[in-house]
Structures are given as structure tokens and as C-alpha cells.
């Protein structure tokens, strides 16, 4: 009995430590940063800049955070959200209304999600694989639509949701509008991940593809579902793209599926699948971020900031698979 006993409490240690550590490693990080001469402090600005900077992070990641809990990758989110912000520019370049570059934009994701889900579910490719060709693929379709530069078209006031400073009409937002968005989003996310017939799914493929089959859950279908889904979201991060830039840019975004990547696996998922959380990933999207502006307030060079990303994603990945070791 003790010894059943000594088991639970192991586990439930476990999941606290993975609800905890997103938030410890946030803490660990600042303290890092701000015992580095010239001791520089966060203001309300940086704290706003920030917020924006984790915005088109944190949407994608809250869809690749999906996707690995089911098991799978996607390194093509980064084509992706190139093509989406193109998509909406040559829309609003060509004088349609802003709701409906939305859609297009929204729309452009949710079929390179749909393609990148076909991929691995008919062709039965290793996820590794289908969105390492798609990544090209989709990079190689946005430069084409473009005819190589980017696309200037009217943002409709779209610059104004990325402003760090909220709107003069609304000064009690406090952040900007797009950052509120994405926290929607994540509320919605989490929804859909904890009660939903989706979100159940897709922990239980991750966690057992086989046992998930024999239990009477239609792998496949799932599988393209999870992917639409996040392809929406890399649809709304597109959007964000353009109007961060105010223009379309088809070369744009190259290598941010490794921030993406590294703030779900800071957030607390496992590579291996049946393990994650939105709140866990929302956070490490605020602290890549938070690096990246900490790094710049320092003066330090950009190829310090990625020999810091690279190696936070060994040091996360290990510390999982360390975890994994000692859970069985």
C-alpha cells in the first residue's frame, strides 16, 4: 500500500512540476537578465513590446501545441505564415474589403494545414518529413505570388491592433488589441484542448496511436483536423505578419518554427506526444520573446540571441526526455 501510495505521489509531483516549470523557468530567466550589468530594468513599454512580440509566437505555437500532443510536428509554420501575409496583402492590394483579406488570410492557413494533414494521414508521411518538403513548398508558392518582393497594400488600420501602444481612444486596454486577441484564443484553445471531443483525441493518439484506434477513434480524420486547426491560427499570424510590416513579404519569418517549437516544448509538452498545455506554451512564447528583447536592450549581437534559442531548446528537450526516463 505504501508503495502505491509513494507511486501517486510521484505522479502527482510530476504533473505539478509540469504545470510549475514554465512559470520557473520565466522567473529563472529574469532573474538571469537582470543580474547582468547594466542591470536593466523591464518598463511599461518593454512590457508592451513584448506582449506584441509574443503574439504571432504564441499563436502558432498554441496550434503546433496541438499538433505535438497528438504526436506530430509541423516544421512548415513559418512558410506558412510568409504565404498567409502575402495572401492578405495582393487581397487588400487588389481593393476588397478588410474582412475579407481576413478570411483569405485565415483561409490560405487553414489549407496549408489541410495539405500538411493530408500529407501524413494518405501518404502516411512522417510528419518530419511532409512539413520539411511543405516548408519549401509553401516558402517557393508565396515568392511565386509575389513575383519575388513584397506586395504594399493598405492595411485598413490593421497597424494599429500591433501598436505596443494601445489605441488614444482605448488607453485602458492597456496592451495592444492583439494581444488580447491572442489571449481569446488561448482561453478558447484551452477549451478546446481540456473539453473537447478534439482535444481529447488528440492526447490519446499521442499518448497511444494504436490503443486510440482500437478504442474507435478515427485516426486520420483526427489527425487532419488537428491540422486545420492550427493552420487557422497560422492564418490569424499571417495576418498579424502583414500588419506588423504594413506589407506582404514572402521571405519573412525564416526559422521561427524553432521559436515556436521551443516555447510548447518550454510550456511542458513532450516530443513524444499525449502531453501538453496552452497556458505552459503561452508562456514560453512570452519568455522567448522576453530573451529576444533583453538581448537587444544589452546590446548583444543576433547571433547570440540564436546560440541562446538553440540551446534552450537542447536544454528543454533533454530535461523531457529525462522526465520521460524517470516516469518509467
Known amino acids: 500500500m505504501s508503495a502505491g501510495f509513494s507511486a501517486s505521489a510521484r505522479q502527482t509531483g510530476s504533473r505539478l512540476m509540469s504545470v510549475l516549470a514554465p512559470f520557473i523557468g520565466l522567473a529563472v530567466v529574469m532573474v538571469i537578465f ?3 550589468p547594466p542591470h536593466r530594468g523591464v518598463s511599461l513599454l518593454d512590457l508592451r513590446t513584448i506582449a506584441v512580440h509574443t503574439v504571432i509566437v504564441g499563436t502558432c505555437a498554441m496550434g503546433m501545441t496541438l499538433i505535438i500532443i497528438s504526436g506530430g510536428i509541423d516544421l512548415s509554420v513559418g512558410s506558412a505564415i510568409a504565404l498567409c501575409s502575402v495572401m492578405a496583402a495582393l487581397t487588400l492590394a487588389g481593393g476588397y474589403p478588410l474582412s475579407v483579406g481576413i478570411v483569405v488570410a485565415i483561409g490560405t492557413g487553414a489549407i496549408c494545414g489541410l495539405y500538411n494533414g493530408l500529407l501524413v494521414t494518405v501518404l502516411r508521411l512522417p510528419p518530419f518529413i511532409a512539413t520539411l518538403g511543405t516548408l519549401g513548398f509553401f516558402r517557393g508558392v508565396a515568392k511565386w505570388l509575389a513575383k519575388s518582393q513584397t506586395v504594399n497594400a493598405p492595411t485598413l488600420g490593421m497597424e494599429i491592433w ?3 501602444q494601445p489605441p488614444k481612444d482605448y488607453p485602458w486596454l492597456v496592451f495592444a488589441p492583439a ?5 481569446g484564443l488561448g482561453l478558447l484553445m484551452v477549451v478546446v484542448l481540456r473539453y473537447s471531443l478534439l482535444g481529447r483525441y488528440a492526447f ?4 497511444n496511436e494504436s490503443t486510440a484506434r482500437l478504442c474507435g477513434i478515427r485516426v486520420p480524420r483526427t489527425k487532419v483536423l488537428i491540422y486545420v486547426t492550427a493552420g487557422l491560427l497560422v492564418g490569424w499570424a499571417g495576418l498579424m505578419q502583414f500588419a506588423r510590416l504594413t506589407q506582404g513579404d514572402p521571405t519573412v519569418a525564416v526559422g521561427l518554427e524553432l521559436d515556436v517549437i521551443a516555447a510548447v516544448v518550454i510550456g511542458g509538452a513532450s516530443l513524444a506526444g499525449g502531453q501538453g498545455s496552452i497556458v505552459g506554451t503561452l508562456i514560453g512564447a512570452f519568455l522567448m520573446a522576453y530573451l529576444r528583447n533583453r538581448c537587444t536592450a544589452l546590446l548583444w549581437q543576433n547571433y547570440v540571441q540564436e546560440i541562446i534559442v538553440g540551446h534552450i531548446i537542447i536544454i528543454a528537450v533533454a530535461i ?3 522526465r520521460m526516463r524517470r516516469a518509467t
Open 34 to 36: 537582470y543580474a547582468i
Open 162 to 164: 500591433v501598436n505596443p
Open 179 to 183: 494581444v488580447w486577441i491572442t489571449i
Open 204 to 207: 490519446a493518439i499521442g499518448s
Open 320 to 322: 523531457d526526455q529525462w
